[in-house]
C-alpha cells in the first residue's frame, strides 16, 4: 500500500513536470564516468532549479539560451549552456581544491572555507575501495592528525587502534577519540562493524572550537560518522560484490631440525652441560632417512594455508520523492581464516578463524508537512567469530617450549594423530589440536534505532529551527564454544625401531564427546535524547549568524556483565557563530555538561571554546594583487575539554567495601566469607582538562592547488592517574587522582594538486601527521638517578638498557682475572660469557642493575604519519595508489617471539656470536646461543635497545584499478556498470631485518598475533 | 474556557509528575556499601564485623604449594622444584635472582603485611561501635563481649604479620593503630629489630587472656581461631630467631641496630628457652596435656584437634580435597590417581635421617648403611617424609630409576632427584585412587615448641642438660626410632654444646620438613653461606639387568651472598620514603 502511495506520489511529481514547455533531460556524470547523484541544477537567475537524482538524471524545464549552473561538493563548477537538444549528457571534473566543500562536524555541517576549527573530513567514495572489514583501517593515511596502529590480522578482530593527535593521557583508556555516529555516540566495537557502504563521509574534529560542544568527552578528539541517506528519485538499485584473496603480510621462517638440533647442541655446550643430539641423530635429521624417529616438520607450512578468502557484497537501494526519501542497504563480509582443515570428514566442527557479518539499514526521511520532517534510521549488525577453542595458533607454533620441528611427525604412519614426545607438556600435535578441540564462537548482535524530527520554525522568526532525536541501541554479545580438552582423545607416540604406539600419557584410548559451553559476553542497552533549537540566518548578505542550543543526555545500562546500575550522561550545549562577509569569522562554542562517574559536587563543567578566522583572500587589495589565489584563511581556535575516562570503576568518589576473601572455620570446614575496605575514596575526583590551541591555514591557489596546515598545543592536566609516590606503608590502595600533567605538541595538514593532462585526469594528495608529548607530572617518586625518571618523557617512553656490544674474549680475561678496570657484569650468579650481550654500566658501580636502566628508543606509538595518494584517470579507467608510512617508533619482541629456547630457532639465530665467527670477523647479529633463559641475553629479563628497535615503515596501502563501462555497451536495464580490483597492503618496506614481524604489531610481546593480512580483490559493481 | 485552563493545568502537572517518576534503575551504588555497614551501630551479633575478621584470618598463609606453585622448602637444600625449567620463585629464591627492583613477589611481601596491618587497625577502631550481645569465654574463663575477642584475635594475628617483615626484612616500620589516610605522613623509618620484637611480644603478653583457650568452647565454629595457646607458641618462636647468631652477635652489620641487636647477649636464649619451657609446663605432658606428641607422625598434617590430635596448635585448614597429592604425588599415574610430582626432596635431606636405631648413617653398628640399598633401616620418618624408589604408594611399589614407571626420564618431566614428597599427603600408600583427604597449614605444633626449646636451652647452658635430651628422645621415640639398649635413641652421651647444637639442628631438619622452618633456619642460624658451598643433590638410579643401582649426582650449586639473610625492601619504598634505609648491600 505504501508503494502504491509512494509510486502515486512520484508519477504525480512527472506529471507536474511534463506539464512545463521544454523539458531539458539529461545524466551527469564525472570525467570518469560515474553517474553523480544529486548535483545541484539551478537555472542562472532565476530560482528554477533541481538535483540529479540517484542515476544521475535529471529534468528540467527550460528554454534555450539558459545558463544552467552545476554544482557538486568535490567537482569544479560548470555553467551549461542550453542549446535545442532535449537530452544531454554533462561531465564534471572532480576538483579536490573546492571551495564549496561541506564537512559533517558536531550536530552539523560546515563549509571549509569559512570554518575557523581544525577538522579533516574523508569522503566514503576513497573509503570503498580499501577491501576490509573496518572503517578504521580504512583510514590509513587519509586524514591529517590520524594515529593507527594494526596489531592482528584476525579475522573480526583486526580492527586498528587509533588516536586523534597521538596521546596525551598517561591514563590509557583516556586516550580514546568520542566516535559519533550521526549525532549519537558509539563505541569502538560498534564502529569497526559498521559497513563502509552505509557511510556517506567521516569527518575528526581535532581542536577545542570543534570539539567544545561535547565537553566532559571532547579531550581526545571526535570522529564523526554520517550516513548516506535518499535522494529524490526512481529507486535505484545498486549492487556490490567482491572476492579476494587474503595472504599474510610477512610470515615467519623457522630453522629445520638439523640446523634447530645443532643450535641446540651448540647452546648446550655453551651452557656447560651434555650436546642433546648425537652425531647419528643430528646425521638423521640432515639426510632425513628417519623420518619417524627423527622427524622434520615445518609446522607453519603445514598449519596454515596459503591464502585465504574473503567476500563482500552490499546491495542498496535509494530513492524517494520530494515528501519521502529512503536508503536501504544490506550487506554480507565473510573472511576466512588461514588456518588448515584437519577434521576428519564425518566431523563438521569447523575450528579456522572466521569473520561473517550481516549488516542492514534504513533511513527514511519524511517530511510531513513543508516544515515538518520526520526521519527514522533502523540499522542492524549481525556478526560471527570463530576461533579454535583455546589457543592461538601463531603462538603455538612459534613457542619452542611447546613444539620443534623434530616433536613429533605430522602424523604417524598408520594415520594416527602424534604427540609432542619430547617437550614438557605432552600436547597433541597442532593438527590434532586443531582437528579435535573444537572452537570458540562469538556472535553479537547490535541494533540501533534513531528517530528524529525537525520543525522549520520560520513562523517565529526565518531560520529558526527546532530538532528532537532518540537513539536507543542494544548490544547483545554472546560466545559459545565447543571443546575437547587435549586428554579428551588418544595420540601416539610411534617408535620406528620397535614399531611400537605408546599412547599419550595424558591421553585416553577412546575419543570423549565434545563439551558444549557458553554464555552472555555483554549486553548493553543505550538511550539517547537530543533536543536543540538552531537558527541561521543572513542578513543583508554581510551578516551571517548562526546559533544552536542543544540539550543531550545519554544513559548506557550493562545488563549483564558486572550488573552495574546506568551511566548517565546529561549536558546543554551552546554555539554561536558569526561571519561578516564571509571574511571575519568568529565561533562560540560553550557546553555545560557532566557524567556520573564522579561525585555530585564534581559532576558538571563548562568547555568554552572559541575560534577565529580572517579570509584574507576576501580583501580587495589581496584579491587584486594575488588573484591566482582563490582562498587564503588563517584561523586560530582556543579553549578547555575534558575527558571522563577514570580508570578503576565508577565510584572513585567513594570508598566502598567490597566482598573479601572467606577463611575455613569450625570442624567440617566451613567457608565462611568475608568482607574487605576496597581502594581508598577521592572525594574530589573530576574530570581530565585539555586546554587546545590551534593555529591554522587553509590555501588554495591556481585552482588546483590546496594546503591545510595546522599547528596544535594542547595542555592535558588533571589526569586521572594514582599517585607512585605513595609508600605502600598506607596499607590500602588509592583511587586515581587529579594530578598528572602533559603537553602534546605537533602539525598536521595536507596538500592537494590535481591537474589534466590531455584526456587524463591526474591528482594527488599529501597528507602528513606529527604529534609528540611530553610527561610534565605524573607524581612519580624521587628516583636514585635522573635517568630513571619518566617524568620529562613522552607517554610510554620504553626504558632499558644500552647495548655496547658483546662481551669479548679479551673483556673475559679482564673480568675472570679481576683487572682494576673491567667490564661491568650483573650481579646474579650466572656468570656472563664471551658473546653475551654487554651493556652500558650508567651508574659507574662496575654492576649491571636496574640503575642502568635509561630511556631507550621512543614510545610505540608513531609520532609521524604519511599518507600519500596518486590517482588518475582515462576514458573510464581509474587508478589510485595510497602509500603510507610511519615513522619514529619503537617496538620490540620478546619471549617466544625471539628468543631461543622460548622461539623456534629463526634465521637470525645462525648469525649468532661464536668464537670462531668473531675470530673469523664474521658479521654478528645474536649473541652466543644459550639454553639459560635467565641470562643478560634474555629481552625478558634484560629489555634493551638490541630488542627494542626504532623502525618507520612506508606501505602500499591500497592499490585500486577500475574500468567504468560507457552507458552505451550496458544491457538497456543497467544504469552504471564498473569493474575493479584493488589491493590492501601490497607492499612493506621496513627498516629492520631483526624480527620477522609486522611493523605493527604490539611491542615488548611475542608478536604471534594472527598476521596481519595483504588482500587481493576482484569486484563488479552495477547500478539499475 | 477557565475550565479548560484548569483541565491543562491538571493535565500539565500529571505529565510532570508523571515524568519525574521515573522507572530508571537506581542511581546510587546500592550493591556497595561503606564502613558503617561493616561496622553497624545496629548489627547486635556483629555479622559483618566479622566477617571483616574472616578477611584478616585469609591473610594468613596457605604455603602448601604456596610460593609459585612450590614449597618454600625447595629453595632450600632439602628439596627441587620438578619445574626448575620454568625458573619458578622458589628457583629464583634459591639462586638468588631478586634485586630491590626486581623482587620475587610471592615470598618477599611488603605492601601485602601492611595492607594486613591495616585492616587489624581498622576493626581495632571501629569494632567498639557494634553492639554486641554474644559473648566468649576468654582464657581467665571469664564470659565477654565478643568484640573483646575479635580485637585480641586480631591483634594476634597483627603480631603475626609483623614477624613475617621481621623475619623477612629485618626491624620494619611500626605503626601502632593508626589508620592512615593520604594526608598523613606515610614517610616513616623503620623501627630497630630490637623494637620490632619487643611489639611484637608486648602485644602477645597484651592479648593472651582475652583470646580463647583450647579446649574450645564451640569447637564447631571455633577451631582454627586464634588462641592462648597460638599467641604463646608465637611467642617461643619470635623469641628464640631474636636470639638466633644473624641478630644476636653475629649481625650482617655491626651497629646497624635496623638489622640486629647491637651487641650479644646470652639472656636472650635463656628467654626463649623460658618461654618453651613454660609452654610445655603449662600444657604439656606435665602440666594440663592439652599439648603433646600425636602418635601417628603421619596424621599431624591430615587430623583436626577434634580427631585426637595433640600437636596442633595453630593451623589453617585448606580444606577437604585431592590438591595436594594431585600437584605433589608421584609422577606416572594417571586420571584420579594423577601426580605430579612437583617437590622433589633432595638427596641432601634423605641423607640427613638417620638410621632406625637414631645413629646417623654409617655410625650405626646395628644397621649399617648399604649404599645400594639405601633406604633401607631408616629413621621411619624418612618414609613418612619422602617417597622414593621401592616406595608403596597407590598400591604400587614405586619406580623412580631412570626411565621408570614413575620417574620418565626420557622427557623433559622428570623427577630431578628420584624421589617425591610424602609429607602432608594422604595416607595412599595402599589405597588405588586418591580421595579427599583434610588438610591443615600448621603454622604452631607442639614439636616445634619441643625443639625451640632444646636450642635455646642449649644455646643458653655450656653443656647441654637433660631436659634438652629428653625433648629429643621424645621426639625420636614418637619418630619410631628404636630407643636401644641405653634408653638413648641413638644419641650419645655428654655432648657438647657444639655437637648438640648439630643434632638439634639436624633434628629439626627432618622432624619440621618442609613445614618452612629450613629456609628461616638456615638463615637465622647464619649458615647459609657454608651450607650451599655443598651442592644439592639427588640420586641417580639405573636399572640394569633387574637391579636398581645408585649413585648420589650434584643438581645444583646455588651461590649465597651474604646480603641474602635479608630480604631487600622494595626499590620503590626506598624511593617514595626518604627516611627508609634499605638493608645492607642491596
Request: one cysteine or more.
Amino acid at each position: 500500500m505504501k508503494r502504491t502511495i509512494i509510486v502515486l506520489l512520484y508519477l504525480h511529481f512527472i506529471a507536474l513536470l511534463v506539464g512545463q514547455n521544454n523539458i531539458l533531460k539529461g545524466v551527469v556524470t564525472a570525467t570518469d564516468g560515474e553517474l553523480l547523484i544529486g548535483v545541484n541544477i539551478k537555472v542562472k537567475d532565476t530560482g528554477r532549479g533541481t538535483i540529479t537524482d540517484i542515476d544521475g538524471n535529471f529534468q528540467l524545464a527550460v528554454e534555450p539560451g539558459d545558463h544552467l549552473v552545476l554544482t557538486y561538493i568535490g567537482f569544479k563548477d560548470l555553467e551549461y549552456v542550453v542549446g535545442n537538444q532535449t537530452d544531454v549528457q554533462i561531465q564534471l571534473e572532480p576538483d579536490q581544491t573546492s571551495l564549496d566543500e561541506v564537512v559533517v562536524v558536531g550536530y552539523g555541517k560546515a563549509k571549509r572555507i569559512t570554518m575557523t576549527g581544525a577538522v579533516s573530513a574523508v569522503t566514503a567514495r576513497e573509503l570503498r575501495t580499501v577491501p576490509t572489514s573496518n572503517i578504521q583501517n580504512a583510514l590509513y593515511g587519509k586524514l591529517p592528525g590520524f594515529f593507527t596502529q594494526q596489531t592482528s590480522g584476525q579475522p573480526g578482530k583486526d580492527a586498528s587502534d587509533f588516536f586523534i593527535r597521538g596521546k596525551s593521557s598517561l591514563n590509557e583508556a583516556g586516550n580514546q577519540p568520542l566516535i559519533i555516529v550521526d549525532d549519537v555516540e558509539y563505541s569502538y566495537d560498534q564502529l569497526s562493524q559498521i559497513n563502509v557502504n552505509e557511510i556517506e563521509s567521516i569527518s575528526i574534529l581535532k581542536d577545542a572550537s570543534t570539539t567544545a560542544i561535547y565537553g566532559i568527552k571532547g579531550a581526545n578528539g571526535v570522529l564523526v560518522v554520517k550516513t548516506r541517506r535518499g535522494m529524490e528519485g526512481k529507486p535505484q538499485i545498486n549492487l556490490r560484490m567482491e572476492s579476494g584473496v587474503q595472504t599474510p603480510v610477512r610470515t615467519p621462517t623457522f630453522l629445520n631440525a638439523y640446523e634447530t638440533a645443532s643450535l641446540v647442541n651448540e647452546a648446550y655446550t655453551n651452557d656447560g652441560l651434555q650436546p642433546q643430539f648425537t652425531d647419528d641423530d643430528l646425521q638423521a635429521f640432515k639426510d632425513g632417512s628417519d623420518p619417524y624417529g627423527h622427524p622434520d616438520v615445518n609446522w607453519y607450512e603445514e598449519i596454515f594455508k596459503k591464502i585465504a578468502f574473503q567476500e563482500n557484497v552490499n546491495v542498496d537501494i535509494s530513492g524517494g520523492t520530494s515528501r519521502l526519501k529512503y536508503f536501504v542497504s544490506t550487506g554480507y563480509f565473510s573472511q576466512n581464516g588461514l588456518v588448515k582443515d584437519f577434521s576428519s570428514a564425518n566431523d563438521d566442527i569447523n575450528t579456522n578463524y572466521f569473520y561473517r557479518r550481516f549488516n542492514y539499514r534504513t533511513n527514511l526521511d519524511f517530511d510531513i508537512t513543508d516544515n515538518l520532517n520526520m526521519r527514522l534510521d533502523v540499522t542492524s549488525r549481525f556478526m560471527n567469530i570463530n576461533e579454535p577453542n583455546n589457543m592461538n595458533a601463531t603462538g603455538e607454533i612459534y613457542n619452542f617450549a611447546k613444539m620443534r620441528p623434530y616433536s613429533a611427525p605430522f602424523l604417524n604412519p598408520n594415520g594416527s594423530f602424534a604427540y609432542l614426545y619430547d617437550t614438557d607438556s605432552h600436547n597433541p600435535t597442532l593438527n590434532a589440536r586443531l582437528a579435535n578441540e573444537g572452537y570458540r564462537r562469538t556472535r553479537r548482535n547490535d541494533n540501533n534505532i534513531l528517530y528524529g524530527t525537525t520543525w522549520k520554525m520560520d513562523f517565529i522568526t526565518e531560520g529558526l529551527s527546532s530538532n528532537v532525536r532518540v537513539a536507543y541501541s542494544n548490544i547483545y554479545e554472546n560466545n559459545r564454544f565447543v571443546y575437547r580438552f587435549s586428554d579428551g582423545y588418544p595420540t601416539y607416540h610411534y617408535d620406528p625401531e620397535t614399531e611400537i604406539y605408546s599412547i599419550n600419557p595424558n591421553g585416553t584410548y577412546a575419543y570423549g564427546t565434545y563439551g558444549i559451553g557458553g554464555g552472555i559476553n555483554q549486553s548493553v542497552k543505550d538511550l539517547n535524547i537530543q533536543a536543540s533549537m538552531n537558527y541561521a540566518r543572513t542578513f543583508s548578505e554581510i551578516h551571517d549568524v548562526s546559533a544552536m542550543l542543544l540539550y543531550n543526555r545519554q544513559s548506557r545500562t550493562t545488563e549483564h556483565t558486572g550488573q552495574k546500575i546506568p551511566e548517565n550522561f546529561e549536558g546543554y550545549t551552546t554555539t554561536i557563530g558569526y561571519k561578516y562577509k564571509n571574511k571575519y569569522l568568529i565561533d562560540f562554542n560553550v557546553a555545560y555538561n557532566g557524567s556520573d562517574r564522579f561525585g555530585s559536587d564534581n559532576r558538571f563543567g563548562w568547555f568554552p571554546a572559541v575560534g577565529v578566522g580572517y579570509r584574507i583572500s576576501e580583501e580587495s587589495f589581496f584579491k587584486n594583487r594575488f588573484s591566482f589565489v582563490q582562498l587564503l584563511k588563517l584561523r586560530a581556535s582556543y579553549g578547555l575539554v575534558g575527558s571522563d575516562v577514570a580508570p578503576g570503576g565508577r565510584y572513585l568518589y567513594n570508598q566502598v567495601y567490597e566482598v573479601g576473601d572467606s577463611y575455613y572455620f569450625g570442624d567440617r570446614a566451613q567457608n565462611f566469607s568475608g568482607y574487605r575496605e576496597g581502594d581508598l575514596g577521592n572525594a574530589h575526583v573530576t574530570w581530565e582538562k585539555a586546554k587546545k590551541f590551534d593555529v591554522g591555514l587553509d590555501l588554495n591557489i591556481f585552482d588546483n592547488v590546496s594546503f591545510t596546515i595546522d599547528y596544535f598545543y594542547d595542555e592535558r592536566y588533571d589526569q586521572l592517574v594514582r599517585r607512585n609516590d605513595t609508600p605502600l606503608l598506607l596499607g590500602i590502595g588509592t583511587a586515581p587522582l587529579n594530578v598528572a600533567r602533559t603537553n602534546n605538541r605537533g602539525i598536521d595538514g595536507q596538500l592537494g594538486y590535481q591537474t589534466r593532462v590531455g584526456k587524463v585526469n591526474l591528482n594527488t594528495n599529501l597528507v602528513f601527521s606529527y604529534a609528540k608529548n611530553k610527561v610534565i607530572y605524573k607524581a612519580e617518586a624521587q628516583q636514585k638517578y635522573d635517568w630513571l625518571a619518566e617524568t620529562g618523557k613522552p607517554i610510554g617512553q620504553p626504558f632499558g638498557y644500552i647495548n655496547i656490544g658483546y662481551y669479548t674474549p679479551e673483556d673475559m680475561v679482564k673480568i675472570n682475572g679481576g683487572a682494576d678496570v673491567s667490564p661491568a657484569v650483573p650481579n646474579t650468579d650466572i656468570p656472563v660469557q664471551a658473546g653475551d650481550l654487554k651493556y652500558m654500566d650508567l651508574n659507574n658501580d662496575g654492576i649491571i642493575n636496574d640503575f642502568d636502566k635509561g630511556a631507550i628508543g621512543m614510545p610505540n606509538l608513531p609520532n609521524t604519519t604519511l599518507g600519500w595518494n596518486i590517482g588518475g584517470n582515462w576514458n573510464g579507467f581509474s587508478l589510485s595508489l595510497l602509500f603510507q608510512g610511519s615513522f619514529n617508533y619503537s617496538f620490540s619482541v620478546v619471549g617466544t617471539g625471539i628468543e631461543p629456547f622460548k622461539s623456534q630457532f629463526q634465521p637470525l639465530h645462525t648469525k649468532r656470536w661464536t668464537l670462531e665467527r668473531y675470530q673469523n670477523g664474521e658479521e654478528i647479529e645474536f649473541p652466543r646461543l644459550t639454553s639459560n633463559p635467565a641470562t643478560i641475553n634474555s629481552a625478558e629479563n634484560y629489555m634493551s635497545d638490541f630488542w627494542l628497535i626504532d623502525a618507520w615503515y612506508v606501505r602500499l596501502k591500497t592499490v585500486d584499478f577500475s574500468y567504468q563501462f560507457p552507458k552505451r555497451v550496458l544491457p538497456g536495464f543497467l544504469d552504471s556498470g564498473r569493474i575493479y580490483v584493488n589491493a590492501y597492503n601490497l607492499l612493506t618496506l621496513t627498516n629492520y631485518n631483526k624480527y620477522q614481524q609486522d611493523p605493527e604489531i604490539s611491542t615488548n610481546s611475542a608478536g604471534d598475533a594472527y598476521m596481519n593480512q595483504r588482500v587481493f580483490n576482484l569486484g563488479f559493481q552495477v547500478s539499475f | 474556557m477557565k475550565q479548560l485552563k484548569y483541565l491543562t493545568w491538571v493535565i500539565g502537572i500529571f505529565f510532570m509528575t508523571q515524568l519525574s517518576c521515573t522507572d530508571n534503575y537506581e542511581s546510587l551504588p546500592v550493591d556497595r556499601f561503606t564502613e558503617d555497614f561493616v561496622f553497624s551501630v545496629t548489627d547486635s551479633t556483629g555479622k559483618q564485623a566479622r566477617q571483616f575478621l574472616n578477611t584478616i584470618y585469609e591473610q594468613l598463609p596457605n604455603r602448601h604449594n604456596g610460593v609459585g606453585g612450590d614449597y618454600l622448602e625447595a629453595a632450600t637444600d632439602n628439596a627441587l622444584s620438578i619445574a626448575l625449567d620454568d625458573e619458578p620463585d622458589v628457583y629464583k629464591l634459591l639462586m638468588g635472582r631478586y634485586t630491590a627492583s626486581n623482587r620475587i613477589n610471592s615470598d618477599m611481601k611488603w605492601g601485602d603485611y601492611y595492607a594486613s596491618i591495616r585492616k587489624v587497625n581498622i576493626l581495632i577502631r571501629n569494632i567498639d561501635v557494634v553492639p554486641f550481645n554474644s559473648s566468649y569465654t576468654d582464657a581467665l574463663g571469664n564470659k565477654r563481649p565478643l568484640n573483646a575477642s575479635m580485637k585480641a584475635e586480631a591483634r594476634f594475628l597483627r603480631a603475626y604479620f609483623y614477624f613475617q617483615l621481621l623475619q623477612r626484612y629485618g626491624g620494619v616500620p611500626l605503626i601502632g593503630d593508626r589508620v592512615f589516610g593520604l594526608e598523613d605522613d606515610l614517610e616513616l623509618p623503620r623501627n630497630t629489630f630490637s623494637d620490632c620484637v619487643d611489639y611484637i611480644v608486648n602485644e602477645i603478653e597484651d592479648i593472651k587472656d582475652s583470646l580463647r583457650t583450647i579446649p574450645l568452647e564451640y569447637p564447631e565454629e571455633f577451631a582454627h581461631v586464634a588462641t592462648r595457646e597460638a599467641a604463646l607458641a608465637m611467642k617461643t618462636r619470635v623469641l628464640l630467631f631474636a636470639a638466633s647468631p644473624l641478630f644476636n652477635g653475629n649481625t650482617l652489620e655491626e651497629g646497624n641496630e635496623l638489622v640486629g641487636y647491637p651487641s650479644y647477649s646470652r639472656e636472650r636464649w635463656k628467654y626463649a628457652a623460658d618461654a618453651a619451657r613454660s609452654f610445655m609446663d603449662n600444657y604439656g605432658e606435665h602440666g594440663s596435656k592439652i599439648f603433646g606428641l600425636a602418635p601417628d607422625f603421619r596424621k599431624v598434617f591430615t587430623n583436626w584437634y577434634g580427631g585426637d590430635n595433640p600437636e596442633l596448635i595453630f593451623f589453617r585448614n585448606t580444606g577437604n580435597n585431592t590438591g595436594l597429592e594431585t600437584a605433589n604425588g608421584p609422577l606416572g599415574f594417571s586420571g584420579i590417581r594423577l601426580g605430579n610430582g612437583r617437590t622433589n626432596p633432595s638427596q641432601n635431606l634423605v641423607n640427613a635421617f638417620p638410621m632406625k636405631d637414631g645413629f646417623a648413617r654409617g655410625e650405626s653398628s646395628k644397621y649399617p648403611y648399604n649404599p645400594q640399598k639405601p633406604y633401607d633401616n631408616r629413621d621411619p620418618r624418612l618414609d613418612y617424609t619422602v617417597l622414593h624408589n621401592g616406595s608403596n604408594w597407590l598400591g604400587t611399589q614405586l619406580k623412580t630409576y631412570q626411565g621408570g614407571a614413575h620417574n620418565p626420564a626420557a622427557t623433559g618431566h622428570y623427577s630431578r632427584t628420584s624421589y617425591y614428597m610424602r609429607k602432608f599427603l594422604g595416607d595412599f600408600e595402599n589405597a588405588d585412587q586418591y580421595g579427599n583427604t583434610l588438610h591443615l597449614w600448621i603454622m604452631f605444633r607442639y614439636a616445634e615448641i619441643l625443639l625451640n626449646f632444646a636450642e635455646a636451652e642449649n644455646e643458653y647452658l655450656d653443656t647441654p642438660s637433660d631436659e634438652v635430651y629428653n625433648v629429643l628422645y621424645a621426639l625420636r621415640r614418637r619418630a619410631g626410632i628404636e630407643p636401644g639398649d641405653d634408653n638413648r635413641y641413638g644419641l650419645k652421651s655428654n655432648m657438647s654444646q657444639i655437637e648438640m647444637r648439630q643434632v638439634i639442628q639436624n633434628e629439626r631438619r627432618i622432624e619440621l620438613a618442609f613445614e618452612e622452618h629450613r629456609y628461616w633456619d638456615i638463615r637465622r642460624w647464619r649458615v647459609a653461606e657454608d651450607l650451599f658451598s655443598e651442592p644439592v643433590k639427588g640420586m641417580q638410579i639405573i636399572l640394569s639387568q633387574g637391579n636398581p643401582s645408585y649413585q648420589e649426582i650434584n643438581l645444583i650449586q646455588a651461590p649465597f651472598s651474604e646480603r641474602r639473610y635479608l630480604y631487600p625492601i622494595p626499590y620503590s619504598e626506598v624511593n617514595k620514603n626518604i627516611n627508609m634505609v634499605q638493608n645492607p648491600k642491596w
